[in-house]
């Protein structure tokens, strides 16, 4: 029933939804953390690659500490910017969600009016 067009848009989307977030990422890396090591902005600059129906993102492992507050000693960060999980679960999961909510009902109406007539 799902056709190899539907997961073809699937992947682009997918793929134009991931480079989206990894342009803003980028963006808020260059604003705020541009004075480390370099390791995140490179990263953010690799393009998201396709492995099937899923979409791959490599980010150094140190990405997750940067949206805590605070830091080792508990107390606030002078330079804070949210760069990881809000963006990832707003882009990703709650963008994709909603579009393959609209698009599957889409292609089970044309599936069984195909059958149909």
């Given at each position: 029933?799902?056709?190899?067009?539907?997961?073809?848009?699937?992947?682009?989307?997918?793929?134009?939804?991931?480079?989206?977030?990894?342009?803003?990422?980028?963006?808020?890396?260059?604003?705020?953390?541009?004075?480390?090591?370099?390791?995140?902005?490179?990263?953010?600059?690799?393009?998201?690659?396709?492995?099937?129906?899923?979409?791959?993102?490599?980010?150094?492992?140190?990405?997750?500490?940067?949206?805590?507050?605070?830091?080792?000693?508990?107390?606030?960060?002078?330079?804070?910017?949210?760069?990881?999980?809000?963006?990832?679960?707003?882009?990703?999961?709650?963008g994709i969600l909603r579009n393959l909510n609209r698009m599957i009902p889409d292609i089970m109406i044309n599936a069984i009016k195909d059958t149909i007539e």
């Amino acid at each position: 029933m799902i056709t190899d067009q539907f997961t073809h848009e699937v992947g682009t989307f997918l793929q134009d939804q991931a480079a989206r977030l990894l342009t803003h990422q980028g963006e808020i890396a260059s604003a705020t953390y541009q004075e480390r090591t370099g390791r995140l902005t490179e990263s953010l600059n690799h393009l998201p690659y396709p492995k099937g129906g899923r979409i791959e993102l490599t980010y150094p492992i140190h990405i997750r500490f940067l949206d805590l507050k605070k830091g080792r000693g508990g107390k606030r960060k002078k330079r804070y910017a949210p760069i990881y999980n809000k963006y990832v679960y707003g882009y990703l999961k709650s963008g994709i969600l909603r579009n393959l909510n609209r698009m599957i009902p889409d292609i089970m109406i044309n599936a069984i009016k195909d059958t149909i007539e």
